[in-house]
């Protein structure tokens, strides 16, 4: 788990106008809670999260178009965590009204476990667009320039779960049980972060 850094500090660049970096603007967006179910592409899945913060279609329109200008023809999001994680999204895709910039989860501050201070949370899409600790989008036209962290294959371009769009190049349901290996940590290190945000909670 990283150290997080507390504060955000969420840089927009790439195909844009002026990179900009967003500190305390979101505060000017209206808040909302939505709350969805969030689908780990190993097969977990946790029921009813209610996330708090501000859509990103919000974000978008009302703050990276005036202030940033990305060019019409970045229609792809590439997504970076503090951690060095990163992934793509579709813009379109990331302007759907359930997709949101929380720093709250179920009425609490959003814990470094879980993303905080800023997350990216996408519920149509597997858990690996999730961003947490969000600190770049980079503006982008062409998706062969990103590089994946992993194995290539391991990230869709979209993902959405409705679709079973676990992976590239192969039927979703292959990827069902290429991950069951991997289900069972997984679920500790969700456990393990949602404890230390209970206790915490509970201590202040
Ligand atoms: N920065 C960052 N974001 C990330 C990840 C990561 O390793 N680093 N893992 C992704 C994956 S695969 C999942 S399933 C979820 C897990 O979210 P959680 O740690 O809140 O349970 O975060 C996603 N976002
Ligand atoms: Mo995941």
Redesign the pocket.
């Known amino acids: 788990m990283?150290k997080a850094a507390n504060k955000i500090h969420l840089q927009i660049v790439g195909e844009v106008n002026q990179s900009v970096t967003i500190r305390s603007e979101l505060a000017s967006l209206p808040r909302v809670e939505l709350v969805s179910d969030?689908?780990?592409?190993?097969t977990?899945s946790?029921k009813s999260l209610r996330w708090g913060g501000y859509r990103f279609r919000d974000f978008y329109n009302t703050i990276v178009v005036p202030q940033a200008g990305p060019s019409a023809d970045a229609t792809i999001l590439l997504l970076?965590?503090?951690?060095?994680?990163?992934?793509t999204l579709l813009l379109k895709d990331a302007l759907h009204e359930n997709v949101l910039l929380a720093d709250r989860?179920n009425g609490a501050p959003l814990s470094v476990?879980?993303?905080g201070p800023l997350?990216?949370v996408a519920p149509s899409h597997?858990?690996?667009?999730?961003?947490?600790?969000?600190c770049k989008i980079e503006c982008c036209s062409d998706y062969s320039r990103f590089r994946p962290a992993g194995f290539g294959f391991m990230d869709h371009p979209r993902a959405r779960v409705e679709l079973e769009e676990r992976g590239k190049g192969l039927p979703g349901w292959v990827f069902r049980f290429l991950y069951r290996p991997l289900v069972r940590p997984?679920i500790k290190?969700?456990e393990k972060?949602?404890n230390e945000r209970s206790e915490a909670a509970g201590r202040g």
């Open positions: 990283p969030f689908h780990c592409v190993t977990w946790h970076k965590g503090q951690d060095g994680a990163r992934t989860l476990e879980h993303g997350r990216f597997y858990g690996y667009k999730s961003m947490k600790y969000l997984t290190l969700f972060a949602t």
